[in-house]
């Protein structure tokens, strides 16, 4: 069916809003563009004139295909090479949606989208739907065809999950930069001791790498652990400069409305780091170095401004 300018335009009015919707379920921002451009046709083949809500209509057929795909990623997720983490966001990334609450900020988080991986895909549909984007669970239950209190119960157990997997108490945004930054002093220092301070007992450190660029496929565990390989990963060695090149440039910057680090070679981002910091230290630290899911931060990366590096590897 031809499309109607008008059509169009209340499509692209929703777009944002849809692909912020896609991100957060799929935790990829290439899978949540894709889905919006299967939802824009199945808007182009509907019947519009029969819809009374564009906007509910669109959201029910975005949040159906992504629990199809999540479905499907499941069993993609099992051969996946090494551990599998999201993909990152740099700061003022569209898709990143809503951040006016507390709850919607903590919602696109790197480490809440890396729990969210262990929710069921409803659950996750209705955690996303209700914690991030504020939908009634009435709502939520015409989305996904469920009655309204079992929306409210799937939310319940959804939330339970996340808070047993973030039961640290988390630091104000100031404080967790300072405390990032001075654990890239730290850690560019040549020394693993200091980072031990800077880690709590049962720090964790993950890294993706996809099969395409080294990375653990167990995450160390334990401050010492964590320490080490920290330190490790930034001393220089020929074998790292046959990967990322001959200059590495360190910056700290914003993941995912939280304070992480970038890794630039070649102009290009070659890594990102999130940590996790609480106010007992830094808790988790989950890198992404699969080329695969930083072709967005680059190109975000370089269309912006910066400032200096805090470190440079040679």
Not at 25 to 47: H, I, K, N, Y
Not at 51 to 66: F, G, S
Not at 113 to 122: F, G, H, I, K, V
Not at 281 to 297: F, M
Request: hydrophobic residues 45%; aromatic residues 8%.
């Amino acid at each position: 069916m031809e499309l109607t300018a008008a059509d169009v335009e209340r499509f692209e009015a929703s777009r944002h809003r849809l692909e912020a919707i896609g991100y957060r379920l799929l935790g990829s921002a290439a899978e949540a563009e894709d889905a919006v451009q299967e939802t824009f046709l199945r808007w182009q083949a509907a019947d519009i004139g029969r819809i009374d809500v564009p906007e509910a209509w669109l959201t029910k057929v975005l949040t159906n295909l992504c629990l199809n795909q999540l479905n499907s990623a499941r069993v993609r997720r099992e051969t996946y090479v090494g551990q599998w983490l999201p993909e990152p966001l740099l700061a003022g990334d569209p898709m990143l949606g809503p951040a006016d609450t507390a709850e919607q900020r903590e919602s696109v988080s790197y480490a809440v989208l890396t729990l969210m991986e262990r929710l069921a895909p409803n659950e996750r549909a209705v955690y996303v739907l209700r914690e991030a984007f504020d939908y009634p669970h009435r709502e939520i239950a015409e989305f996904l065809d469920i009655s309204e209190a079992t929306s409210q119960q799937v939310f319940h157990r959804a939330k339970q999950h996340i808070a047993q997997g973030r039961a640290r108490v988390a630091v104000d945004a100031a404080e967790a930069r300072r405390i990032v930054e001075e654990f890239l002093a730290a850690a560019t220092s040549g020394r693993p001791e200091p980072l031990v301070k800077l880690l709590t007992a049962d720090a964790v450190s993950i890294g993706d790498g996809g099969g395409k660029v080294p990375a653990r496929a167990k995450a160390f565990e334990g401050a010492v652990a964590v320490a080490k390989f920290i330190w490790g990963l930034f001393r220089p060695a020929p074998a790292k400069r046959a990967i990322a090149g001959d200059v590495v440039e360190l910056y700290v910057t914003t993941v995912n409305g939280r304070p992480g680090a970038v890794a630039i070679a070649g102009g290009r981002v070659f890594g990102i780091m999130s940590f996790d910091v609480t106010s007992e230290g830094v808790s988790q630290i989950l890198n992404q170095v699969n080329p695969d899911k930083l072709e967005r931060a680059t190109e975000r990366w370089t269309a912006s401004d910066h400032g200096k590096p805090v470190f440079i590897a040679m």
